[in-house]
């Protein structure tokens, strides 16, 4: 005879299967590197039970490309004091489920990475009172919530570490219904072609048309075109588009700040000056 059991374990949820972490963070292009502990910018992954766990659970991530990214859990950010591991998050007992975050932090170099979790741990099942062998025998079905025992998947995620861009101008002004230009460039060779789109923060301020375009291998700027719309100020944003790995989801935010000036009025355009 064939015993089918069903166990009705909860699951988990997670924010996003890929993360996409940018080098340009911060409205700047940061320095930094792994070794001398440089971050740039950093994306959270979310991990939220299904159920709310009925002892305290371990969620354990494994960083399969420590030299790509640094993965550090929620609570070792919040309460590094000697007593929380980085790679671990603790899910409480609680009321309702509470999520917890594993922020993934690039650290220089670019590249397609992986997130894996290990099974979820809890101390509920197996249990020092005897809790070993079945739900049957347990006190309470809650008892096999998030046990180790069983193989509870949670998918793996990629992560992007991307390459960033180059402004060397960083401030643009424009005077009233004119335009202006300024280079963006790419910090490392695409591995396949890019378009990178500017978007303004305020359209009704400063409208940039069009796109620029990079082709495989070229890192060498691209002059944009920014139109003054009317007075104010406005940020630009960079977004590429690519098949590539490096630039395939890679922005940078605040990029530009633009200043679209208010022009003078004359009372008129004819000055009659006496003989």
Wanted: charged share 10%.
């Amino acid at each position: 005879a064939v015993v089918v059991v069903t166990l009705l374990f909860p699951g988990w949820d997670l924010s996003a299967s890929e993360l996409h972490v940018q080098r340009w963070a911060g409205n700047a292009l940061l320095a930094g590197d792994a070794a001398a502990g440089g971050v740039r910018g950093s994306e959270k992954l979310y991990v939220n039970p299904q159920a709310y766990p009925d002892a305290p659970t371990q969620v354990i991530i494994v960083n399969e490309n420590p030299g790509t990214m640094r993965v550090q859990s929620q609570q070792y950010l919040q309460f590094n004091n000697g007593l929380n591991r980085a790679d671990m998050n603790v899910f409480p007992v609680a009321g309702l489920p509470m999520p917890y975050y594993f922020q993934a932090s690039h650290v220089g170099n670019v590249s397609k990475g992986r997130i894996t979790f290990n099974t979820p741990i809890s101390p509920k099942w197996p249990t020092a009172s005897g809790c070993t062998d079945s739900q049957d025998n347990c006190s309470s079905p809650y008892a096999v919530y998030y046990s180790g025992n069983y193989l509870q998947v949670i998918p793996p995620v990629t992560v992007y570490t991307h390459a960033g861009f180059t402004a060397p101008q960083r401030l643009v002004v424009v005077q009233r219904q004119g335009q202006a230009s300024f280079a963006v460039g790419l910090d490392t060779a695409p591995d396949a072609d890019v378009t990178v789109t500017v978007v303004s923060s305020d359209p009704t301020v400063a409208a940039v048309p069009g796109t620029l375009t990079f082709f495989l291998g070229e890192t060498a700027a691209r002059n944009a075109t920014v139109l003054s719309v009317s007075p104010g100020e406005a940020d630009l944003a960079l977004y590429a588009a690519s098949d590539g790995v490096a630039y395939g989801g890679a922005i940078a935010m605040g990029a530009v700040h633009v200043v679209c000036l208010r022009g003078i009025r004359l009372s008129s355009l004819l000055v009659y000056v006496p003989a």
